[in-house]
């Protein structure tokens, strides 16, 4: 990987993520975990302080060990168990069947085969189990789309895989899930980059 990669993105994801706009996000969707979490893209930990007591333990997924090496430092406050898999969300190394919540935000833009990750999500979630999920996507409004399409080329190099004009909702109908409680709209920020979706899915 080249140093912007190993260096400079992970600690910049670090800053950017760690935006006050989105902890609400963060509080809701996270909060709403319980028994063992898988969280995929975990980054740097970010997540962590927002899991309830309805949690058991946690496992992040995440394919920078740059990141983790961040997330690590994090764990070591949690209030429960946190372990890491460097790994790719496109093919999990788990059981079928085998985790309560798969919990994932602002991750989908930039896996390389989203559909592939979340059929894998579907695949290691128990009977019952929920999808929770805040991410950033294509906007409804065509102008806003129009530089979304316009930006991703240059955006995608600049951070980490970054797609802006992906189709959450659907994407996440299309891979077998179920949604509710989907909510939508803009954050602060450039709309091109703060169109939101949240809410919960289950399999179908």
């Not at 996440?172 to 954050?187: H, M, N, P, V």
């Amino acid at each position: 990987m080249s140093f912007y990669g190993n260096r400079v993105l992970p600690w910049l994801l670090d800053r950017v993520m760690a935006n006050e706009d989105l902890l609400a996000y963060r509080r809701r969707v996270v909060g709403a975990a319980r028994g063992r979490v898988l969280e995929i893209g975990i980054g740097s930990g970010l997540n962590l302080a927002f899991y309830g007591p309805a949690v058991t333990s946690i496992l992040g997924i995440e394919p920078s060990q740059a990141l983790i090496d961040l997330a690590t430092i994090r764990a070591g406050t949690a209030r429960r168990t946190v372990s890491f898999l460097h790994a790719s969300a496109e093919e999990i190394p788990m059981e079928a069947g085998s985790v309560d919540t798969v919990v994932t935000t602002w991750t989908l833009c930039s896996i390389g085969d989203a559909a592939a990750a979340l059929a894998e999500m579907r695949r290691v979630l128990k009977p019952g189990g929920e999808l929770l999920f805040a991410e950033h996507g294509h906007a409804p409004d065509a102008w806003v789309a129009r530089w979304q399409d316009w930006l991703t080329p240059a955006w995608k190099p600049f951070a980490g895989g970054c797609h802006l004009n992906r189709p959450i909702a659907r994407l996440i109908q299309e891979a077998g899930f179920k949604t509710s409680d989907l909510r939508t709209g803009y954050a602060p920020g450039p709309r091109p980059f703060t169109f939101m979706y949240e809410g919960r899915a289950v399999p179908a």
